[in-house]
């Protein structure tokens, strides 16, 4: 989008680096505006994201996304040919005790998946921001604030590793956080804005994730392990989603398995130590699958903010009196094109 002659160019600062993030910072800055994204993880992506291991690659968050909505649809095409459909559309429903309960239905949509790993999507998208060095990675903003030197702006005190930074000259600051620690960050500034209120009524869950290899399951004339379907989603008090990493497009053959917890389980052990989330994962996934197999390689990894269970109902939050802006998955559910769409509808907005 080209910007208008007459839109002033304005400075923005955008807190999370995750779809919703990215895809605000990348419509502002392609509106003419000068944006400065800071993230607290060393990749962007948030929760589309993927673990390397010496087996092959798991993608721990998101693990796959839907095309819904024509312009989702058209920021894929700046990628071309690095998203691919997955085989998986019939997946699968199970009970408690890994038997499948209903037949799969045709697919009424395409799932796809970034290839070599969902990972990948995000990293092309922040490509053009870090190349105009306005993406902060490793850096946390610790506090919203005036600006010193005019307080007409806005000025944010990060810390990056032992070093703390104070960026200023801000027109705008928007957050594309967790609806928590969003909510966080603005009670520890002492702003609570009317329009950004809301937050509090939003609600989201936990997850806990495991990732299995069993590269021993590549003999001759043992096609897979296990199942014979690629994904499901299961009943088990404990496991809510099972996907086979090696069935995507784009990934190593070594037979790899991803497993996500449920969310009440996950929020009943959300501090538990993680040997002992593994222990409990792997002894349920067991009993899901079937596979008694020893994997050589294990793994966990735990979000706090994977699943929202109460949306904001609206796209964004914009409070232009305090120009603080909020978006992120959670406003309209959790779904990858929900991020995005959240995003870019909050850029346009405030562009």
């Given at each position: 989008m080209a910007r208008s002659h007459r839109t002033p160019r304005r400075q923005f600062a955008v807190i999370g680096a995750g779809m919703a993030g990215l895809a605000c910072a990348r419509t502002l800055q392609r509106a003419g505006h000068?944006?400065?994204?800071?993230?607290?993880?060393?990749?962007?992506?948030?929760?589309?994201?993927t673990h390397l291991s010496p087996f092959g690659s798991f993608d721990t968050g998101a693990q796959y996304f839907t095309v819904r909505d024509a312009r989702f649809a058209r920021a894929l095409e700046t990628v071309p040919g690095l998203c691919k459909p997955w085989s998986a559309n019939a997946i699968r429903v199970l009970d408690a005790h890994g038997r499948v309960t209903e037949a799969p239905l045709p697919a009424r949509e395409s799932h796809w998946v970034a290839a070599p790993g969902m990972d990948q999507l995000p990293a092309r998208w922040a490509q053009p921001l870090a190349g105009a060095c306005q993406l902060e990675m490793?850096?946390?903003?610790?506090?919203?604030?005036?600006?010193?030197?005019?307080?007409?702006?806005?000025?944010?005190?990060?810390?990056?590793?032992?070093?703390?930074?104070?960026?200023?000259?801000?027109?705008?600051?928007?957050?594309?956080l967790p609806a928590p620690?969003?909510?966080?960050?603005?009670?520890?500034?002492?702003?609570?804005?009317?329009?950004?209120?809301?937050?509090?009524?939003?609600?989201?869950?936990?997850?806990?994730?495991?990732?299995?290899?069993?590269?021993?399951?590549m003999q001759p004339g043992l096609v897979t392990l296990g199942p014979q379907w690629n994904a499901a989603r299961s009943t088990h008090h404990r496991v809510a989603w099972l996907a086979r990493e090696s069935s995507k497009p784009g990934r190593t053959p070594t037979e790899r398995w991803t497993v996500q917890a449920s969310a009440e389980w996950s929020r009943e052990h959300l501090l538990d130590d993680p040997a002992r989330i593994e222990a409990k994962m792997r002894k349920a996934f067991t009993e899901v699958t079937g596979i008694h197999a020893e994997p050589?390689?294990?793994a966990v990894r735990r979000w706090r903010h994977a699943r929202t269970l109460k949306p904001l109902g609206h796209t964004h939050l914009?409070?232009?009196?305090?120009?603080?802006?909020?978006?992120?998955?959670?406003?309209?559910?959790?779904?990858?094109?929900?991020?995005?769409?959240?995003?870019l509808e909050l850029a346009l907005a405030v562009a």
């Open positions: 000068a944006v400065q994204v800071f993230e607290a993880a060393p990749e962007p992506g948030g929760r589309v994201a490793k850096t946390r903003v610790m506090r919203i604030e005036p600006d010193a030197l005019d307080p007409g702006q806005w000025q944010l005190r990060t810390e990056s590793g032992d070093a703390r930074h104070v960026y200023g000259g801000f027109d705008a600051v928007l957050l594309a620690q969003a909510a966080n960050l603005l009670n520890t500034s002492a702003l609570a804005p009317k329009g950004l209120r809301k937050l509090a009524g939003v609600e989201m869950a936990p997850c806990w994730t495991l990732m299995l290899a069993f590269p021993n399951a050589a390689f294990t914009w409070d232009a009196r305090a120009r603080l802006g909020a978006c992120g998955d959670w406003c309209i559910g959790h779904r990858v094109e929900d991020a995005f769409l959240s995003g």
